[in-house]
């Protein structure tokens, strides 16, 4: 006899390490940027309601959580099947990856910049960068 388990998850437990499959009968995504700009809208509504500028990231993990709605999965053959969310887990999927390119990118750049600014500061200055370094 399959077994029900309903509890409150994290995106991280219900995302990290983790494949799903969808079943055939599956509608395919179908969201637009409406739909997105509402997730946003709510994800950023809710994270407002706690926020304060002066907040230690240990402070910003104690936030409220969200609740995204029920996801419902079926285990069978070995595979965890997407059977409603599935909408939902894929937008927000593609929003950590954009979000994960974003501050890879932003990395990249801040490094480049760095870099050519101390370029620059050695072209301008001398080679006195090391004094300052320690």
């Known amino acids: 006899m399959s077994r029900i388990d309903a ?9 990290q390490g983790r494949k799903y499959a969808i079943d055939e009968y599956q509608r395919e995504y179908k969201w ?3 739909n997105i700009e509402e997730l946003l809208d709510d994800l950023h509504a809710k994270f ?3 926020y304060e500028p002066n ?6 993990e104690q936030y409220d959580g969200y609740f995204l709605g029920s ?9 965890d099947y997407i059977v409603d969310g599935q909408q939902r ?9 954009y979000l994960h390119h974003l501050q890879r990118n932003s990395r990249r750049l801040t490094t480049k910049l760095a870099r050519s600014c101390t370029n620059v500061y050695v ?3 001398g080679s006195h960068l090391d004094s300052i370094r320690r």
Do not use: A, M, P
């Open 89 to 97: 887990l894929t937008s927000l999927t593609l929003l950590l990856i």
């Open 123 to 125: 072209r301008s200055y």
């Open 48 to 50: 407002s309601s706690n």
């Open 55 to 60: 907040h230690e990231r240990h402070e910003v």
């Open 7 to 15: 509890r409150s998850k994290s995106i991280r437990e219900l995302l």
């Open 32 to 34: 637009d940027e409406k």
């Open 71 to 79: 996801i419902i999965l079926s285990r069978r053959q070995g595979k």
